[in-house]
């Protein structure tokens, strides 16, 4: 039980962290599904991956759609929308770097300008986790992109 408490615990801190990039605004379904995704990552951080279909949908609504919402808008001025974000349906490898690694900064999706924090998942998601998600939002709310594999995950630095 000892790692489930860790990865709980680290992921209340994530919450934080992700609640306090908001600028200021912040919602109740920020704080309850950023509750939730803490508990997620240590069921699926022993390696079952997330080879099952709708597994990417899954860990996105649990660690990503308090910010980037349901549907993939965004929050304007806060969280950049990933449906017809370019940056999503392009080079895979970007797409898994900032998930992976997080991204901080300004940013420019669609002619809207961004200044926050993404939290790196690469230390709380494993491979799979972040394979799947990454094919989801790659695919979903009007976006075709390709699909993404664990192995492409892996490689990233």
């Known amino acids: 039980m000892k790692p ?29 599904t950023t509750t939730a995704a803490s508990a997620a990552p240590a069921a699926t951080a022993g390696g079952m991956g997330a080879a099952a279909s709708g597994d990417g949908a899954k ?15 965004g929050q304007p001025g806060a ?9 999503v349906t392009g080079d895979a490898g970007k797409v898994i770097h900032i998930v992976k690694g997080g991204l901080t900064g300004s940013i420019s999706v669609n002619g809207h300008t ?15 986790d972040i ?5 989801f939002i790659r695919s979903s709310w009007g976006n ?5 594999t664990e192995a492409q995950v892996a490689a990233a630095k």
């Open 114 to 128: 961004y200044n926050g924090t993404m939290p790196p998942w690469g230390t709380s998601l494993s491979n799979g």
């Open 131 to 135: 394979a799947a998600t990454v094919t």
């Open 4 to 32: 489930v408490f860790s990865v709980v615990l680290a992921g209340c801190a994530l919450g934080l962290l992700v609640t306090g990039c908001g600028g200021g605004s912040s919602s109740s379904t920020t704080t309850t």
């Open 144 to 148: 075709k992109a390709s699909a993404v």
């Open 59 to 73: 860990v996105y609504d649990t660690n990503c759609s308090s910010c980037h919402g349901a549907t993939g808008q």
């Open 79 to 87: 969280f950049p929308p990933l449906a017809g974000n370019p940056v």
